[in-house]
Nanobody, 117 residues
Framework: QVQLVESGGGLVQAGGSLRVSCAAS????????MGWFRQAPGKEREFVAQ????????NYADFVKGRFTISRHNAKNTVYLQMNSLKPEDTAVYYC??????????WGQGTQVTVSS
């Protein structure tokens, strides 16, 4: 199993920046990729960004391209999401997901990001 713990959420004004982190523990050697999703009140959970663990390939949702950057620190088993130029519509609970090759995905408990206008 893989355990994921997010941190770094909070309240920020529009135009500001925030970095959220996700620390993985357990069978981290089996992780293929890690990513971020978000869920706003009354909406479905949506994909934000993902990074592969070995090669570091990234992909982003169109609505965050140029504003958010996903990165990883392999030695710390941690993935980061740097969020710049935040907008009120970025307000959501941000969830970390670990993709395990040939197995199920794992999710963190989520961290709240609130952007005030």
């Amino acid at each position: 199993q893989v355990q994921l713990v997010e941190s770094g959420g909070g309240l920020v004004q529009a135009g500001g920046s925030l970095r959220v982190s996700c620390a993985a523990s357990g069978r981290t050697f089996s992780v293929y990729a890690m990513g971020w999703f978000r869920q706003a009140p009354g909406k479905e959970r949506e994909f934000v960004a993902q990074i592969t663990w070995s090669g570091g390939s990234t992909n982003y949702a169109d609505f965050v391209k140029g504003r958010f950057t996903i990165s990883r620190h392999n030695a710390k088993n941690t993935v980061y999401l740097q969020m710049n130029s935040l907008k009120p519509e970025d307000t959501a609970v941000y969830y970390c997901r670990a993709v395990i090759a040939g197995s199920k995905n794992y999710w963190g408990q989520g961290t709240q990001v609130t952007v005030s206008s």
